[in-house]
């Protein structure tokens, strides 16, 4: 097991991308490492590269933000998600194309999360919920990460989820010694992606290890657990794990605000599915329409 373990460590230190980290990245890192650069700025080097420009704009008018009109131009983009958000687009996008085209149910069920996650912080007025929401699309990271480069041991993973009935995290946990949570906290921490994306993406599965954005993690765990019990898309297993208390004590909900929320997620999990089936048709390499 330790093997194991140090093996999948050893492999996800060398990993750069799934497949290859965007040159434009190196780039957008330098800029934004800069106090004084601005939207229109970021907004020419993301450009040059057509087919990421094409992805950002996709992403950006997808149901899960659920911005009322749509999004023409990459400057724009920046301006309603904010840099930490367009650059973990950009340096996911591969991730986000991988899902599409490989694994329908996990990109739906993250889609899901995503949209729950928005609609939740918006709710709690959290601030920067785009960024809670690019949390809830990238929670499940590290399953992608495990059906891409570790297939030998997915194979294992999901033996045990079927012939034991485990959570996917216990059946990770006894194959690799560590779970997709772990291995999304070591990708994200290697990519410099913000803490405030980090913690939910790491312990969403276990809030009370969360130290500065706790309230964002407990969102992100909700919508998780909301999104299986909707059973929209698929996290790999068919068990709806239990709310932790200590989300529950964070976030406050009364059953008001759930009733008020239920009928929000149901449209934009219903403009998600359109969404779903134009990637399937075109991929995430298209512009959407300009604006009239």
């Given at each position: 097991?330790?093997?194991?373990?140090?093996?999948?460590?050893?492999?996800?230190?060398?990993?750069?991308?799934?497949?290859?980290?965007?040159?434009?990245?190196?780039?957008?890192?330098?800029?934004?490492?800069?106090?004084?650069?601005?939207?229109?700025?970021?907004?020419?080097?993301?450009?040059?590269?057509?087919?990421?420009?094409?992805?950002?704009?996709?992403?950006?008018?997808?149901?899960?933000?659920?911005?009322?009109?749509?999004?023409?131009?990459?400057?724009?983009?920046?301006?309603?998600?904010?840099?930490?958000?367009?650059?973990?687009?950009?340096?996911?996008?591969?991730?986000?194309?991988?899902?599409?085209?490989?694994?329908?149910?996990?990109?739906?069920?993250?889609?899901?999360?995503?949209?729950?996650?928005?609609?939740?912080?918006?709710?709690?007025?959290?601030?920067?919920?785009?960024?809670?929401?690019?949390?809830?699309?990238?929670?499940?990271?590290?399953?992608?990460?495990?059906?891409?480069?570790?297939?030998?041991?997915?194979?294992?993973?999901?033996?045990?989820?079927?012939?034991?009935?485990?959570?996917?995290?216990?059946?990770e946990s006894r194959v690799l010694?560590?779970?997709?949570?772990?291995?999304?906290?070591?990708?994200?921490?290697?990519?410099?992606?913000?803490?405030?994306?980090?913690?939910?993406?790491?312990?969403?599965?276990?809030?009370?290890?969360?130290?500065?954005?706790?309230?964002?993690?407990?969102?992100?765990?909700?919508?998780?657990?909301?999104?299986?019990?909707?059973?929209?898309?698929?996290?790999?297993?068919?068990?709806?794990?239990?709310?932790?208390?200590?989300?529950?004590?964070?976030?406050?909900?009364?059953?008001?605000?759930?009733?008020?929320?239920?009928?929000?997620?149901?449209?934009?999990?219903?403009?998600?599915?359109?969404?779903?089936?134009?990637?399937?048709?075109?991929?995430?390499?298209?512009?959407?329409?300009?604006?009239s």
């Amino acid at each position: 097991m330790d093997e194991t373990k140090r093996k999948v460590k050893k492999r996800l230190r060398n990993l750069q991308s799934l497949p290859t980290l965007p040159p434009v990245v190196t780039k957008l890192t330098k800029l934004l490492g800069d106090d004084n650069t601005t939207a229109l700025q970021l907004a020419k080097v993301i450009e040059k590269d057509q087919v990421l420009t094409g992805k950002v704009l996709k992403m950006v008018n997808s149901a899960f933000y659920g911005f009322p009109r749509r999004i023409s131009t990459v400057s724009n983009a920046i301006v309603l998600l904010g840099f930490n958000v367009i650059r973990t687009l950009v340096i996911t996008a591969s991730i986000f194309e991988m899902m599409q085209s490989e694994d329908l149910s996990l990109w739906e069920h993250s889609l899901g999360v995503a949209a729950a996650a928005g609609l939740l912080a918006t709710k709690l007025e959290i601030p920067n919920p785009e960024e809670v929401t690019t949390a809830g699309l990238l929670h499940d990271l590290g399953k992608v990460v495990i059906r891409a480069e570790f297939p030998e041991y997915q194979r294992q993973i999901a033996s045990l989820i079927k012939e034991e009935e485990l959570y996917t995290r216990e059946a990770e946990s006894r194959v690799l010694g560590l779970d997709h949570g772990e291995i999304g906290r070591l990708l994200t921490n290697q990519w410099n992606l913000p803490e405030r994306l980090i913690e939910p993406i790491a312990y969403h599965h276990e809030v009370e290890k969360a130290r500065r954005f706790k309230k964002e993690t407990a969102v992100v765990h909700f919508a998780d657990i909301i999104i299986r019990a909707w059973g929209y898309g698929s996290g790999g297993d068919p068990w709806v794990p239990p709310l932790a208390d200590k989300a529950w004590k964070l976030l406050r909900l009364k059953e008001k605000d759930l009733e008020e929320l239920m009928p929000q997620l149901d449209d934009r999990l219903l403009d998600l599915r359109f969404f779903t089936m134009e990637m399937q048709g075109g991929g995430l390499d298209q512009n959407p329409p300009s604006q009239s």
